[in-house]
């Protein structure tokens, strides 16, 4: 089965900093992935570089695609929602549903109008109108009504409340998402996605320091609650990050002996959020 | 393709309502208030004036006047076709330059506009090339926005057409043209005035195109490009080579154009004439050549330097 993207060796530098690095990365058809990062990690560079917004040296293909090269040919089966794509406030929602049906010919008008429906969102209103939540339901609503491979959504749910975050991603599965899609979405809101991904990334000064699937990742992270006098017992096991705890510390071990850490004291799996503190801030141990 | 071309153009009349719909709309309007005021005829007398001391202003500066007041005692409202003639070339020339300052306008701002509001990149996530994007909006601006405003400043005229055999008739008492003498002289102007528009469109491609580059180009104020280059060359040169010949040139473009619009809302017959001369110009040539590579940069400029 082809990869929905195959990225070798991707690769770019502004001036002298190198923004990403050597990075590896294949995507298959039907899953979901998680690109996880901080800020200036190379989270949004990486998405240019697949969605053919900016070049990147090394060898990256998109639906077989060159996202450079090929970009309007891969964007009829590509759609994504930026943060910072935002839709022009002059436009009126019933504007944009016929220009998404003038020049996407996978769009599906009567599908995002069903959806739109179920909204406050009105085909009359201007999108100067419309609150940050209803825009983001508009901009969904658009994106679901395209039967495309691939889906890239950066930073979607920035400055919304709980409610819509959680409706945004109720939709996104029970609507949109089915075996032959592909989602690509990076967050800083990581525990909201956690139950939502099927692989995962982390991005660190623009280089992969995780590349793995959410049943690896149970299997590979492990989380030792001790108390403090029995911190003693781990001396001779690195913890790849501790953080203190009621009472005691949470060690979290990457690849360790899951018997003997659970003779040791209470495991359990941790949670992303804390794995991907662990794998940011480890290394100042 | 011809389907996302339309689609396109529709969404620059989308963004740009006020100056390529409203506006000719709101002219229209004035310039009917106007007819209704009883501006016709005032502008009729002005007609008479000027076409009569056009030929006869030769010194007596008296004479002028005379031919006004002579126009304003109904003496020289004849069946004179010249008369309607310089009428609807006022009209029409009233659309045409509003039309050419919504242009500047519009050139200046539309590949800067989407990276200033940062709708760029929802643009960008459709399946529409840079070519097809920078095409149309080309398009809208040469082709789209100049068709209604030539069906307004038609209808515009026509309005006024109707109003001067209407107020010359039952107010004046004079003459009138016969209907069928109107209709030929009315339809040759709304032919001139399309034409006219063909051949200074032709020769302000160029200045269109920079005004596009400008605006691909530019992090902010495209204007400060668009006019402050060609100004800054025009005075270097001067300082260093002590010579105005790029100005010339600008000038000799510009004024082509609009002597060309001139010539043919008043004979749109020539249209054969002016566009021979057009083409053995090697300015004209050299023009078209210009805003090729113009275009051309601009849609490299979308390609690879949006983000700035």
């Known amino acids: 089965m082809q990869p929905v993207i195959k990225a070798r060796g991707l690769s770019k530098s502004y001036g002298s900093k190198r923004v990403l690095d050597s990075i590896d990365l294949d995507l298959m058809p039907g899953r979901i992935l998680g690109l996880i990062g901080p800020n200036g990690a190379g989270k949004t560079t990486l998405l240019k570089a697949i969605l053919g917004l900016a070049p990147a040296q090394g060898e990256l293909a998109v639906l077989g695609l060159n996202p450079h090269t090929q970009r309007t040919r891969m964007l009829q089966e590509i759609s994504f929602i930026a943060d910072t794509a935002i839709l022009p406030r002059w436009l009126k929602v019933k504007q944009a549903l016929e220009y998404l049906e003038g020049v996407h010919p996978r769009f599906d008008r009567a599908k995002a109008e069903v959806f739109l429906q179920r909204t406050e969102v009105k085909a009359h209103m201007l999108v100067r109108q419309l609150s940050k939540g209803m825009l983001t339901q508009l901009h969904l609503a658009l994106v679901m009504a395209i039967d495309s491979k691939l889906l890239v959504l950066d930073e979607p749910t920035l400055g919304l409340d709980i409610l819509y975050r959680k409706q945004f991603y109720n939709t996104l599965l029970d609507d949109y998402f089915d075996k032959d899609k592909t989602i690509l979405i990076t967050t800083h809101q990581v525990e909201e996605i956690e139950n939502l991904l099927t692989d995962v990334v982390f991005i660190r000064q623009g280089k992969l320091c995780l590349n793995t699937s959410m049943e690896e990742l149970q299997d590979r992270f492990i989380e030792l609650q001790l108390t403090d006098d029995q911190l003693a017992k781990v001396a001779g096991h690195t913890p790849i990050h501790s953080r203190p705890i009621l009472g005691g510390k949470a060690l979290i071990f990457e690849g360790g002996d899951r018997e003997l850490l659970r003779s040791l004291g209470p495991i359990k799996t941790p949670s992303l959020a804390d794995i991907f503190v662990a794998k940011m801030h480890g290394e100042k141990l | 393709m011809k389907a996302k071309m339309l689609t396109q153009i529709k969404r620059e009349f989308w963004e740009c309502r006020s100056s390529f719909i409203k506006t000719p709309l709101v002219t229209t309007g004035i310039l009917v208030v106007l007819l209704v005021l009883g501006v016709a005829p005032w502008h009729y007398k002005i007609a008479g004036f000027i076409s009569q001391s056009s030929v006869s202003y030769t010194g007596n500066s008296n004479l002028g006047f005379e031919v006004l007041e002579e126009a304003a005692g109904h003496q020289s409202i004849t069946t004179d076709p010249g008369y309607l003639v310089h009428g609807l070339t006022a009209v029409f020339s009233i659309f045409a330059v509003i039309l050419l300052v919504v242009l500047l306008f519009y050139f200046a701002d539309t590949l800067y506009s989407d990276r200033r509001d940062q709708s760029v990149l929802f643009w960008k996530s459709m399946p529409v090339s840079e070519s097809e994007t920078v095409l149309s909006k080309l398009i809208a601006g040469v082709i789209g926005a100049p068709a209604v405003y030539v069906g ?53 491609l160029p200045l269109f195109s920079w005004l596009l580059f400008s605006s691909a180009f530019v992090r902010k104020t495209p204007f400060m490009l668009a006019l402050g280059l060609p100004l800054a060359l025009i005075v270097a040169e001067k300082w260093v080579l002590h010579s105005h010949h790029l100005f010339r040139v600008l000038r000799d473009q510009i004024g082509s154009g609009l002597y060309n619009l001139g010539v043919l809302v008043q004979d749109p017959l020539t249209l054969p004439e002016r566009i021979a001369a057009a083409l053995s110009s090697p300015q004209f040539l050299l023009g078209l050549l210009v805003s090729a590579v113009l275009l051309c940069a601009c849609v490299w400029l979308r390609k690879n330097r949006w983000e700035i």
């Not at chain 2, 026509?158 to 003459?175: D, E, N």
């Open chain 2, 152 to 204: 307004t400043a038609l209808l515009t005229g026509a309005l006024f057409t109707l109003s001067f055999l209407i107020y010359a008739g039952s107010v004046w008492k004079i003459p009138v043209p016969e209907l069928g003498s109107v209709v030929p002289i009315f339809l040759k102007c709304a032919l001139g005035l399309v034409f006219g528009w063909i051949v200074l469109a032709l020769w302000y």
